[in-house]
Each structure stands twice: as structure tokens, then as C-alpha cells.
């Protein structure tokens, strides 16, 4: 008899019938296929898209000393455990979150790969088919597929530029055929827009997420980078029992994959058994590596590198406000990585893609921040990970562009 091992591999893919599953439809269509299929054809154009910290603000020499010390540990530090967190990380991480104003004991404290695994550990323990989860419209787009994967409805909420218009929610939530499982919210310079939801907002949702029973889903990569203005604590200062999901990706480095989930118990002890079957633990290194990068000497890479991004946006800004015709309108952010720009209704940022990319600039359309792709006509920016000079220069292209319609 001939086992499938024993026949080339062309021979078996033929064969055996392959099936995906319902879940990974959501998955199929993604920004990041059209964008890097144009930055391939277009590799001159200036590319907006990058959400990640700028690389040469990546403090790699600070990290390769931690992780040479991380591995101080030996064969400690090897074995299964820590399903968790490292404890020392964990402590860490909730005396950064008692500074932001939104305390939680390190018990409480659950280390993820990065957000994104936050988001699919709670999307795991909480959602059924069926289920509403309401996000803000727009929002992350990997948030959205997220859910959606989970045969959850994702349902856009309003927003301006005070993040959700939580007047507006009863409304909502009435019209609704339940009530949603969650409320997935970016509330701090938000992931694509910039905006910031004031205190008195905040506070709002929490009353009603309160009054409605529903469970508050807060997503925080970016507060750590303020340019201006007064700090604002946390979601969870206002809904203690909220879920808080937290990342490094940020300020040290997306590729760390280290971030955290901040979760009341019970829901914790669900949350633990999903990670302990995904993936066991974190990476035990890794979790000690960021310990020791973080401790004593995050706060002052956070205020360096602050001031570079605060450039950056100042110099986007400038020449959004010298090269963009009347039509293009936007809210100036307080901090984070993204301007979010909204052009006239009829307006098609989909459709203008390939002109922008043919003109030397390239953008992320703003349909694929909203659930069903709903509305084409904003665009989003990034100002992270670009020098000054191409920031400015990319702004004079696009206006070349909006210009011819
Ligand atoms: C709002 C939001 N959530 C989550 C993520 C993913 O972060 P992580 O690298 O921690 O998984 C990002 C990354 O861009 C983001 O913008």
C-alpha cells in the first residue's frame, strides 16, 4: 500500500477535497491584498499605510541586552507555564495601568501575542453565531473579520469627532433584535480616525454599558502617544468591570507580539482556559525580554520618542492644511499615528486608489474600516513611520490628486 507521504505533494492536493470552514470567509477580502499588490507595481509611491512604530525608533539595542539577560533564566524559564504571564511582566503591566488612571491587580492581568490575540481570546470565550457586537464605525478592520469569523453581526456605531456619539446609542441599541454581546471601542487617538472620546463621553458609555448590561471591550494601543492636550484615564476608569486590552506593539515593537488582556473574574478564568488551549503561554523569553526592556526605561523611550511623532504629525498636518483642496476636511489628532480624511459624500477612495498610486502617493481607503464596507469616501493616513520630508511631500502629491477630481 502507498502512503499519502509517499506521493508527491501535487498528487495529494489533487485528491483530497479541501473544504475552508464558514469562519475564514470574513478573512478572504483584506486591505492589505490590494495595498501591497499596488505598492509592488508602484514601489516609488509614498506609502501612508503603516500603523507600526517607526524602525529607526525601535530601541533594538535596549531589547538585545534584555533578551541576552532574559535568557539569565536558563532552563527555568524553558519549560511549560506561565499560561498567565511571567509575574514580574504581569506586576509591571498593572502599575503602568494604576498611572493611567485605570488600576488592575496583576491577578487580573492575562499576557497575549499582541492585541490582536486579546481580541480573539475574548471573541472566543464570549461569542456565539448570531451575536451583535457593536464597534465604532469606523474601527480596526482586523477587529471587524475578527468577529465576523465568529459568525458575529458587526454593527457600525456613529461617530464624530468626539469618537462614539453615545446620545445616539439607546436609539441604537433599541432598534437592535438583542442586545450586543460587547462594545469593541478604540476611545484614545483611535485606529483610523485619531479622535479621542472627552471624559463626560466616557463616562456616559460606561452608564449606559452599565444601565444596558453590556460588557465594555476597550482597545488602547496608542495612549501612551500624547502631542498635546490633557490626558484622559482610560474607559475602564469609568467601567471597572470593562475589558482592557493592552500592547508593547507600540512602544517598544510590533513584532515583540507582546500585549495583554485586563479582564474581571470570572470572565478571567474563561479567558485563561482559551489561552491555555491556543497557545499554551506566551513565549516565556520573550515575556522576560520585555520585562526588563520595559522596566526603568520605557517612560523616557515613550517621552523620546513622543517627540518625534508630535514632528511628524505637526508636519503632516502643515501640508494637509498648504496642498489639500476645500473638499478634504478632517479633525486634527491629539496624539496617536493617524489622520483620518473625509472627503465630500459622492466621493469614491476606493475607485481613486490606483490615481493616487499612479501620482505617488498611496492611502488606506476608508470602506475598509467600516462593517460592510458601507461608506467609500474617507481615507486614512499614518504619520508614524515616515520621515518629515516624505510626509510633506506626499501631501503635495495627493493634492495634485484631489484636485483633478
Ligand atoms: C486598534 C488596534 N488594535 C490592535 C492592533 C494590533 O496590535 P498588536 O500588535 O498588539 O496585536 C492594532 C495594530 O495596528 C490596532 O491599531
Redesign the pocket.
Known sequence: MTHALDRPLSQIRQTRQIRPSRRIAPFAESVWLVIDGLSAQRPDAIYYGS?APARELIPVDRLREASAAAWGDGAGALGYGETDGYAPLRELIAARMAVLGAPADPAEILVVN????G?DVVARALLEPGDIVLVEGPT?P??VRLFASYEAEVVGMPMDAEGIVVDELPALLDALLQPPKFIYA?PTFQ?PTGVTMPAARRQALADLARDRGILLVE?D?YSAFRYDGEDVPPLRAYAPDSVY?G?F?KTLA?GL?V?WIAAPRPLYDHLFAVKECLNISNDRVMMRTVHRAADGFLDDHIAQVRDAYRSRRDALLGAMEEYLPPRATWVRPEGGFFVWIDLEEEADTDALLERAAAGGVIYLPGSWFFPGRTKKNGLRLSFSALPEEKLIEGMRRLGQVLATG
Open positions: 500603523g499582541g492585541s490582536q490575540e481580541m480596526f482586523e477587529a478604540i485606529n482597545d494601543p486590552l500592547t506593539s510590533p507580539r500585549g
